[in-house]
């Protein structure tokens, strides 16, 4: 079992930064490929980021590529995402999500059927 605790959102202006982080527990954090949803307003969840166990692959969505950072760090059973040069649209609930049984080297990026727990999210409002 992995339970997840999401932490960083708020309101920040456009052209700003906000760091979320992920606390998890459970024993199988450090095997488990890592990754970050999105769900806006009247919108269907989507994938934003992922990373591997190893942190040695990344991948993002065309949106945020070259404006959002994730890493992990396996000892501190944290999952990390550095979002920079926000714009309105970006403004939604974040999630944080567990794959346990995926190294994490996704083709095309992370799934909703690939997530075996998710957090409860946290609120990031960016405004115009």
């Known amino acids: 079992q992995v339970q997840l605790v999401e932490s960083g959102g708020g309101l920040v202006q456009a052209g700003g930064s906000l760091r979320l982080s992920c606390a998890a527990s459970?024993?199988?954090?450090?095997?488990?490929?890592m990754g970050w949803f999105r769900q806006g307003p009247g919108k269907e969840r989507e994938f934003v980021a992922a990373i591997s166990w190893r942190s040695d692959y990344t991948t993002y969505a065309d949106s945020v590529k070259g404006r959002f950072t994730i890493s992990r760090d396996n000892a501190a059973n944290a999952l990390y995402l550095q979002m920079d040069s926000l714009k309105p649209e970006d403004t939604a609930v974040y999630y944080c999500?567990?794959?346990?049984?995926?190294?994490?080297?996704?083709?095309?990026?992370?799934?909703?059927?690939?997530?075996?727990?998710w957090g409860q999210g946290t609120q990031v409002t960016v405004s115009s």
């Open positions: 999500a567990a794959d346990r049984h995926s190294g994490g080297y996704y083709h095309g990026g992370m799934s909703s059927f690939d997530v075996d727990y």
């Open positions: 459970g024993r199988t954090f450090s095997s488990s490929a």
